[in-house]
């Protein structure tokens, strides 16, 4: 694997693992969110933040009356491809959605947020700092029944301006 690959933005995938956490809001929302999607957008990567176009492909399966497994590929360019996988669980008493993000060039994230509307407000937590710190934000917005958009948004270095790191489409195929 190149240098690139290794440095691939993958922050999109959190974006990907965290739409998939949005179904546990409920058993209905569970069923809705199952399924295989593909989707395309932009990404940041590298210490200079350069924007690259991706497009990926993840199956979501139920797992249990609460929780999602998302596996998957994403694509920059066409020879550069990461795995990616996410396991997320719903708690139906408090709301809260939490769980792991593998797949990204600084170890295993977790997730952790709260459902708002039909809408998801979520924080990536990295073990370590990337783009000079360790939590990002994700917004997961259902754009309708088999469409959805995933933002992230975090600062590009220590300090810096606040910028869209990952801006996804998903869309049921």
């Given amino acids: 694997m190149d240098r690139r690959s290794r440095r691939s933005p993958w922050r999109v995938i959190p974006l990907l693992s ?9 058993a209905a929302a569970l069923e809705r969110y199952a399924g295989t999607f593909s989707g395309s957008g932009t990404i940041l990567e590298g210490p200079n933040a350069t924007s690259h176009q991706v497009r990926c492909r993840f199956t979501i399966l139920p797992q249990g009356a609460t929780g999602l497994t998302l596996q998957g590929t994403c694509w920059a360019y066409l020879i550069i491809a990461r795995s990616i996988s996410a396991d997320l669980t719903w708690d139906p ?23 708002a509307g039909t809408d998801f407000d979520l924080t990536i937590e990295w073990p370590k700092p990337l783009y000079g710190d360790t939590a990002a934000q994700m917004k997961v917005a ?32």
């Avoid at 965290?18 to 409920?26: H, R």
């Avoid at 769980?99 to 600084?106: D, E, F, K, M």
């Avoid at 975090?154 to 049921?172: C, F, K, M």
């Fill in 18 to 26: 965290l739409l998939a956490g949005t179904a546990g809001a409920s």
């Fill in 142 to 173: 259902s754009l309708n029944q088999d469409r959805f958009r995933i933002v992230v948004t975090d600062h590009i270095g220590v300090n810096g301006p606040v910028r869209a790191t990952t801006d996804l489409t998903l869309l049921r195929r």
């Fill in 93 to 115: 008493r408090s709301g809260r959605v939490t769980g792991t993000y593998t797949g990204s060039r600084v170890g295993t994230a977790r997730l952790a947020g709260r459902q």
